[in-house]
């Protein structure tokens, strides 16, 4: 099937930055729309910023202007820029993508996937 793996999550004081990062691998024929979301305690999980794979963007108003999502559509990597974070931002960020796979005998999907998730802390 599909795997995604997240990387880049850590502990920043409020103002900071940082750069998350979610590879895809497995036997992908195509990757749709791939998206952030985060989930902090007590609260339901929420979308931070998506892309499509041709370039369109949608983004929470809580974090635009401040995040960046990117995709490299040759590596099957996203990425997440976040700058100016603030202790609400402090939650487990997920990665989620959108993909085609070939099983060994035929394409399957689309259908969603879920990396592990990664945590991202943000001290005041």
């Known amino acids: 099937q599909v795997q995604l793996v997240e990387s880049g999550g850590g502990l920043v004081q409020a103002g900071g930055s940082l750069r998350l990062s979610c590879a895809a691998s497995?036997?992908?024929?195509?990757?749709?729309?791939m998206g952030w979301y985060r989930q902090a305690p007590g609260n339901q999980r929420e979308l931070v910023a998506a892309?499509?794979?041709?370039?369109?963007?949608n983004y929470a108003d809580s974090v635009k202007g401040r995040f960046t999502i990117s995709r490299d559509n040759d590596k099957n990597t996203m990425y997440l820029q976040m700058n100016s974070l603030k202790p609400e931002d402090t939650a487990v960020y997920y990665c989620?993508?959108?993909?085609?796979?070939?099983?060994?005998?035929?394409?399957?999907?689309?259908?969603?996937?879920w990396g592990q998730g990664t945590q991202v802390t943000v001290s005041s």
């Open positions: 989620n993508a959108n993909a085609r796979y070939y099983n060994g005998i035929q394409v399957r999907g689309p259908a969603d996937y």
């Open positions: 497995g036997a992908i024929v195509s990757i749709n729309a």
């Open positions: 892309m499509t794979n041709t370039g369109s963007t």
